[in-house]
Nanobody, 112 residues
Framework: QVRLVESGGGLVQAGKSLRLSCAAS??????MGWYRQAPGEQRELVAS???????NYADSVKGRFTISRDNARNTVYLQMNNLKPEDTAVYYC????????WGQGTQVTVSS
């Protein structure tokens, strides 16, 4: 079965960087992405990447975040640069192949 393992979250100052990783084991190459959810708010798409490498970003993170993947290992990364306090949220890895699979989430907290 598909299992998503996330890592890389933490507490950082505004302007600093974090790199999130998500490995999808027991899976085939498919659409993967990152979502985030702040307390009391809707979960939103941050970035996605197809098996062919086509990317999509939320307007709020364009130019700051970069999503990439290793197709051989079905692993996706999110490089987050110039972090802002409004980026604070729980970040969830998503794998889509016929249906959606989710990681447990990793907390990213950005101090002002």
């Amino acid at each position: 079965q598909v299992r998503l393992v996330e890592s890389g979250g933490g507490l950082v100052q505004a302007g600093k960087s974090l790199r999130l990783s998500c490995a999808a084991s027991g899976s085939r190459s498919a659409l993967m992405g990152w979502y985030r959810q702040a307390p009391g708010e809707q979960r939103e798409l941050v970035a996605s990447i197809t098996s062919g490498g086509t990317t999509n970003y939320a307007d709020s993170v364009k130019g700051r975040f970069t999503i990439s993947r290793d197709n051989a290992r079905n692993t996706v990364y999110l490089q987050m640069n110039n972090l802002k306090p409004e980026d604070t949220a729980v970040y969830y890895c998503n794998y889509r192949f016929g249906t959606d699979y989710w990681g447990q989430g990793t907390q990213v907290t950005v101090s002002s």
